[in-house]
């Protein structure tokens, strides 16, 4: 008991100085530093040329102008503020909807101090100081998922911030379209020049004529080691010129020249290009596929299992028809974390898959979406870097983490490129997402000029990466970008480092709220027992969990829906919605009947004590069925939601307000 309480006071400790705080505890803090580097900023300005006079006149502030100026800009301000108000509060442990919560303090000020600075992330010519930061963001966040960051081993991995997890996940096909088209346009470029590259260490045999197909199925390292000894071969045999011309051939045989049409017209026997990602993937994938001319139509959807984690023999069988149909695959996604359920798909069997496909000469492209549970990863590390073993994970908690999930974060060392997003499980304002690639010769394949070629035909030197990175914006999506959001989200990696002992410890905490709430589940069912019954529909694997709630006695899903709908009513944020009138904030979602499989679907309906014939893929108008199901849905990710004060545990109060919300709407019931 003493222990007990000795560790909760070591917590508590801990935890005190992270955020600014639900009642804003730490106002000094925040606003003694904020001040202090405000006018360290200043002094910054005098000391640029302090010789010089000031511009702006001494006594300007009693010009009519200028004071007619500040009256408007204060009026609008105030304006804007009274309005933001009624924002969402995140920072509060009462919201627990959508994928935000309080910010850590080092970013969010790392962030608003670097905004004065203005430093643009498109070149180090415009930030010479925070580009090189966000190049270490990278590696630091690589690192967190096991990726080689040491420039002396190859392959080496490199990441930059993005403005979200959508931009990541672009980018992530972006990068895997540019290399594992590159041979097809390379073999053809050649065939054409009547050039032969000789032996290739790394070819498919007679690289120059192999098959398209042949050509596809080559691993992203495969491809860029490839790539680097055909530009030898070529720099050997050609003179300057020629090589060039050569060189520049190639590029205009690149599908990213002649684009999706034109690069299939000339390569009919590629089929075209699929990307396999599980049934709950969030809807950036399929925007990703539209954007880049892949296709929606090609975002082949894997069913999921009862867990609401992709299902491997579904992968499988997906593989084997593609197999068999000769249809190139791009990329397999694995979701660590889904956006609904936070489920984690099993990326080891991903893996594990692609190592049998391989031998069957089928090859793709691994990426993990963890935008949402990409921190997670934290907790599996010690500070030296090694990972933690189950067992001593499993010490941690009751429950996390499972042997797949457990197996899938360790496996995502051998992935090749995972999107995380710092502004959701990394505590820092929004406009911060990051792309992780586990090998950075990919950006051979990126430059928007021509192609280099180096005296060693197997490695290109970390000089030559590091220049390449200085011009951030040729090898990323985007152009000019905030430097102040990969500050932030560094600094706080700085002050709270990657591992189990440090940031680990915050999201165990969002671990532990979770299965606080899984475990107590029982006390809201026998408050409300003979009134509805609640139904948890999926055993969460991390931090998110969802609720279905059922009115005693009704056995049609489309009146559970709308009951559930009437119960999110209370916990919603809106324009014509006073936030102080909400006791929680919740979110929601829905799971449609051609998502879960036939057990599942069977298992929900009679844990709700609906009848089975009312949950349907085509609803009649009978006004009873429906093609989903209402979840309610609820982020855990404040560390302070189970309260570690006596009486202030916000998952029990939420449970008792929503048994309250659950007697009222079965009161206002009609009929
Ligand atoms: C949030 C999320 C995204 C999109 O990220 P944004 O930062 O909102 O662009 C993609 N995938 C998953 C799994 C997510 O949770």
């Known amino acids: 008991m003493n222990m007990r309480r000795q560790e909760e006071d070591e917590l508590v400790d801990w935890l005190s100085p992270l955020f600014l705080g639900s009642y804003a505890e730490n106002n000094e803090l925040l606003e003694k530093v904020l001040v202090e580097l405000l006018r360290d900023h200043v002094y910054w300005r005098r000391n640029i040329h302090p010789e010089d006079r000031p511009q702006i006149p001494v006594l300007a502030d009693t010009g009519p102008e200028y004071r007619r100026f500040v009256g408007r800009m204060k009026t609008e301000l105030h304006g804007l503020t009274a309005r933001l108000k009624n924002s969402a509060p995140f920072f509060n442990p009462r919201y627990i909807g959508h994928m935000a919560s309080d910010l850590l303090l080092p970013g969010l000020i790392a962030q608003l101090v670097t905004t004065l600075y203005n430093p643009n992330h498109v070149t180090d010519?415009?930030?010479?100081?925070?580009?090189?930061?966000?190049?270490?963001?990278?590696?630091?966040?690589?690192?967190?998922?096991?990726?080689?960051?040491?420039?002396?081993?190859?392959?080496?991995?490199?990441?930059?911030?993005?403005?979200?997890?959508?931009?990541?996940?672009?980018?992530?096909?972006?990068?895997?379209?540019?290399?594992?088209?590159?041979?097809?346009?390379?073999?053809?470029?050649?065939?054409?020049?009547?050039?032969?590259?000789?032996?290739?260490?790394?070819?498919?045999?007679?690289?120059?004529?192999?098959?398209?197909?042949?050509?596809?199925?080559?691993?992203?390292?495969?491809?860029?080691?490839?790539?680097?000894?055909?530009?030898?071969?070529?720099?050997?045999?050609?003179?300057?010129?020629?090589?060039?011309?050569?060189?520049?051939?190639?590029?205009?045989?690149?599908?990213?020249?002649?684009?999706?049409?034109?690069?299939?017209?000339?390569?009919?026997?590629?089929?075209?290009?699929?990307?396999?990602?599980?049934?709950?993937?969030?809807?950036?994938?399929?925007?990703?596929?539209?954007?880049?001319?892949?296709?929606?139509?090609?975002?082949?959807?894997?069913?999921?299992?009862?867990?609401?984690?992709?299902?491997?023999?579904?992968?499988?069988?997906?593989?084997?028809?593609?197999?068999?149909?000769?249809?190139?695959?791009?990329?397999?996604?694995?979701?660590?974390?889904?956006?609904?359920?936070?489920?984690?798909?099993?990326?080891?069997?991903?893996?594990?898959?692609?190592?049998?496909?391989?031998?069957?000469?089928?090859?793709?492209?691994?990426?993990?979406?963890?935008?949402?549970?990409?921190?997670?990863?934290?907790?599996?590390?010690?500070?030296?870097?090694?990972?933690?073993?189950?067992?001593?994970?499993?010490?941690?908690?009751?429950?996390?983490?499972?042997?797949?999930?457990?197996?899938?974060?360790?496996?995502?060392?051998?992935?090749?490129?995972?999107?995380?997003?710092?502004?959701?499980?990394?505590?820092?304002?929004?406009?911060?997402?990051?792309?992780?690639?586990?090998?950075?010769?990919?950006?051979?394949?990126?430059?928007?000029?021509?192609?280099?070629?180096?005296?060693?035909?197997?490695?290109?030197?970390?000089?030559?990466?590091?220049?390449?990175?200085?011009?951030?914006?040729?090898?990323?999506?985007?152009?000019?970008?905030?430097?102040?959001?990969?500050?932030?989200?560094?600094?706080?990696h700085r002050v709270l480092p990657l591992d189990a002992d440090n940031f680990g410890r915050l999201c165990a905490e969002t671990i532990r709220n979770c299965e606080y709430f899984f475990e107590h589940i029982d006390q809201l069912r026998d408050e409300l027992a003979g009134v509805a019954r609640v139904v948890l529909p999926f055993e969460p694997d991390t931090n998110l969990v969802c609720l279905a709630i059922n009115p005693s006695g009704n056995r049609s899903l489309a009146r559970m829906n709308a009951f559930g709908r009437r119960l999110y009513e209370h916990l919603s944020v809106g324009e014509e919605v006073d936030i102080h009138s909400r006791e929680f904030f919740g979110s929601r979602t829905v799971v449609h009947r051609h998502k879960l499989g036939e057990r599942a679907a069977e298992r929900l309906m009679a844990e709700l004590d609906l009848d089975p014939s009312t949950f349907v893929d085509e609803p009649d108008d009978s006004g009873e069925q429906a093609d989903s199901i209402f979840l309610l849905r609820h982020t855990l990710m404040n560390p302070w939601l189970s309260g570690h004060d006596e009486g202030m545990n916000y998952l029990d109060r939420y449970c008792r307000h929503l048994a309250e919300l659950v007697r009222q709407a079965m009161r206002d019931q009609p009929g």
Request: aromatic share 10%.
């Open 125 to 492: 010519e415009a930030s010479p100081v925070t580009l090189p930061l966000e190049l270490e963001l990278g590696r630091q966040l690589a690192a967190m998922f096991g990726f080689n960051t040491d420039p002396e081993q190859e392959p080496c991995a490199w990441g930059h911030a993005t403005s979200g997890g959508t931009i990541a996940n672009d980018e992530s096909l972006w990068y895997f379209r540019a290399v594992r088209y590159w041979p097809l346009a390379a073999a053809i470029a050649l065939r054409e020049a009547g050039f032969d590259p000789g032996a290739l260490k790394h070819g498919p045999e007679d690289f120059v004529h192999a098959p398209d197909h042949v050509l596809f199925n080559l691993s992203v390292d495969h491809v860029i080691r490839l790539r680097r000894e055909v530009l030898a071969s070529i720099d050997h045999q050609l003179d300057r010129r020629q090589a060039r011309d050569l060189a520049r051939r190639i590029e205009s045989e690149r599908v990213e020249y002649l684009g999706m049409a034109e690069f299939h017209l000339r390569h009919p026997e590629l089929g075209t290009p699929v990307v396999l990602v599980a049934d709950t993937a969030h809807y950036s994938w399929e925007k990703a596929l539209k954007l880049l001319g892949l296709g929606a139509a090609n975002l082949e959807p894997v069913a999921v299992n009862e867990r609401m984690r992709l299902d491997s023999k579904a992968l499988d069988d997906a593989l084997a028809r593609l197999a068999d149909e000769r249809r190139p695959v791009l990329a397999v996604v694995g979701i660590l974390g889904t956006t609904e359920f936070g489920s984690i798909d099993p990326v080891h069997e991903i893996v594990a898959a692609r190592q049998r496909w391989r031998r069957e000469g089928m090859e793709f492209a691994i990426h993990v979406d963890a935008a949402w549970g990409g921190y997670l990863a934290s907790m599996f590390h010690r500070p030296d870097g090694t990972l933690l073993d189950h067992a001593e994970m499993r010490r941690r908690f009751h429950l996390f983490p499972s042997e797949p999930v457990y197996k899938a974060f360790a496996a995502l060392r051998h992935v090749d490129s995972v999107t995380v997003d710092p502004h959701k499980l990394g505590y820092v304002p929004f406009g911060c997402g990051a792309y992780v690639a586990r090998n950075r010769g990919m950006t051979d394949f990126i430059s928007q000029k021509a192609a280099y070629v180096f005296d060693d035909a197997e490695t290109v030197p970390d000089s030559e990466y590091e220049r390449r990175f200085r011009n951030l914006g040729q090898y990323i999506l985007e152009g000019s970008k905030p430097g102040a959001a990969a500050a932030g989200a560094w600094l706080s």
